[in-house]
């Protein structure tokens, strides 16, 4: 697999991440055993690159990791960690903390985790309304220093945020949903990123598998899937985007692939500083988002795309509403 720098001074990583998450909760059930063997598969497959948070399932993600990465030399991989997302017992979001105390904290426990002396891109999962941004970098660029990390990201934050902690200490990228039904950040984010030569490592690029070419109204009512309590895969807005992928899948038909694929290179084709990660839990589904490292979208390819997927034609928000009114990365930068 071919490799990107994540802006200017973040790492050289893999053209495509493996997103961990759904290995661990939120996406239904998920097999212990498949969830290793899809990161080795990645990892043959010549993905460097693993997303993961504290966050998910507990740390559940990060012991998964330790275990799948146990016979793996650690510079063969690069691991990105978000932190600093509060839960509960019974597993409710309590909130933000990145005081630069619990930031180590989280750091610390992390390490332990996932078996390693260091993470190679830190981020916090949210902007904290509590903590000034300056003060939460300040405390990330001592772990630097330190040499617990190597890098230091963002996640889903503003054109405003990024500027004031670009200031504190250099950021090597963003993490934020991008896909072709999700195209927040070109109105200004991706422009502030490329300005300031900020990678980007792009999530959701499936959608959460809305734009698969997998999901039907039957999908996910087995098990306990998030994807049920968000707007996009519920009622009349849920007909409206199946629509818009089998408008994808007749494009897609045109060029030799499957639509999941088809929407994977589109966003690796927006730019070269932008990571796609692949939430893939099973070797099956990773199989097939690889093909998409073999799909070359020409000029009349993107334009038909474009003419299809013109910005927020999505029905619905890409989170619920109390989600949505927390997130920095939705609010217009200032004048």
């Known amino acids: 697999m071919e490799q990107r720098k994540l802006g200017s001074t973040g790492p050289t990583v893999s053209t495509f991440g493996l997103g961990c998450m759904g290995m661990s909760e939120v996406y239904g059930a998920a097999d212990h ?113 330190a040499g617990y990390v190597r890098h230091i990201g963002l996640s889903e934050v503003g054109s405003d945020t990024i500027r004031r902690a670009h200031a504190v200490h250099p950021i090597a990228d963003l993490q934020i949903e991008y896909s072709l039904i999700e195209r927040g950040i070109e109105r200004d984010i991706l422009k502030t990123c490329r300005e300031l030569g900020i990678g980007i490592t792009a999530y959701g690029v499936l959608a959460r598998g809305l734009i698969s070419g997998h999901w039907s109204k039957d999908s996910g009512k087995a098990g306990r899937d998030y994807r049920l309590m968000t707007p996009r895969f519920q009622g009349a807005n849920l007909d409206t985007n199946l629509a818009l992928v089998e408008q994808l ?45 073999k799909v070359t979208l020409t000029p009349l390819h993107l334009e038909a795309l474009a003419k299809a997927f013109p910005p927020d034609i999505a029905a619905g928000t890409r989170y619920p509403a109390e989600h949505m009114a927390h997130l920095d990365s939705e609010k217009p930068a200032a004048a």
Do not use: C
């Open 33 to 145: 055993g498949e969830a290793i063997a899809t990161v080795h598969a990645a990892l043959d497959g010549g993905i460097t690159l693993l997303d993961t948070g504290d966050f998910y399932a507990m740390g559940h993600n990060e012991t998964l990791l330790r275990e799948a990465l146990k016979e793996v030399p650690r510079e063969k991989v690069q691991l990105s960690v978000k932190y600093g997302a509060l839960r509960g017992p019974a597993g409710e979001f309590a909130g933000m903390d990145t005081r630069p105390a619990a930031t180590k904290n989280f750091l610390a426990y992390s390490l332990q985790r996932l078996g390693t002396d260091y993470v190679d891109i830190y981020r916090p999962a949210r902007l904290d309304p509590n903590v000034p941004i300056e003060e939460t970098i300040g405390g990330l660029a001592e772990l630097v220093k």
């Open 249 to 293: 899948r007749a494009i897609a038909n045109e060029i030799g692939a499957t639509p999941a694929q088809v929407a994977i290179a589109w966003v690796a084709a927006q730019d070269n500083a932008i990571v796609p990660l692949v939430g893939a839990r099973t070797r099956n589904r990773l199989s097939e988002a690889l093909g998409a490292t």
